[in-house]
């Protein structure tokens, strides 16, 4: 499969005060696949947003290299392959939605004969059709983050770099926003995108890589990093003797306990088995035994370095 992004030992230092040397990504290799989602996940100041600066040309690593679809960052015909959307996209709010894309249509050498239709389509796409003619003044964040996505779209570029692109949305829109990207995904383009909701990018993603203090910490497909086995159960009970109490917090990592109702968490497939046994002996009823398995915001909590 070919390769739409890599770095190579991508190393970033900044001076700061007083000459004080700062190093916000060190020695970061990654591949990413052509026509897939990739999630690139870390903590606040984990080196994220200054990856995606050099990706898009706005920032020069210290050392290393970085490339889109084998042609340096350095150049500008790797930026022509790009559509990007920062995590706070900035429009000039008295500009109407319409005329916002038509600008950044005509920045893109879009034809102007074709222009008009293609906001129209773009708008139609994010939801935005009927704010075409509205002041991006008035616009909540969540219409200013998808008039951002249409900008990035507007001149059908093979990779994306989205930046929070699901900031900001309400429930229905996030869905929306899900589904344009396993649609663009579809059409044959490359996502790269960060989120601090592990759960969209589980749900989206092809392979993630987690960063922490700017370095690689974990990067492969989620089904081979994340551990599927059970990590916990939850078993509700009820009608129990009081002497079953003692018995199940020995066992048990977590127990709420309010008349003759009990809520307990164990680790293991093996614990609940005995939980279940010592509820039954004790003339109580099992009304539910819910094992969880790891997800990837499990994983994150568990591979993320001390913070």
Known sequence: MK?????KNLTVVFRGKWGVQKRA????????????????IGHNGAGKTTTIKILTGLCRPTS???EIMGISVNNVAARNKIGFL?????????LTAGESLTFYARLRGIPRKDINKRVDELLDEVGLKDAKS????GFSKGMKQRLGLAQAMVHNPEIYILDEPLSGLDPVGRREVREKIIELKKKGSSIFFTSHVLADVEMLCDEVALVSQGELVSFGKIDELINREVISVDIHGEGFEQGCLKKLEKLCKHMVHKDNTVLITVDTEEKAQQAKEILEKGGGTLRAMIPHRENLEDFYVRNSRGV
């Open 3 to 7: 390769t739409a992004i890599e770095t």
């Open 25 to 40: 990504v060190h020695n970061l290799s990654l591949k990413v696949s052509e026509g897939s989602i990739f999630g690139f």
């Open 64 to 66: 290393g290299e970085a």
């Open 86 to 94: 920062p995590e706070n996209p900035y429009f000039y709010e008295y």
């Open 134 to 137: 509205r002041a991006v003044k």
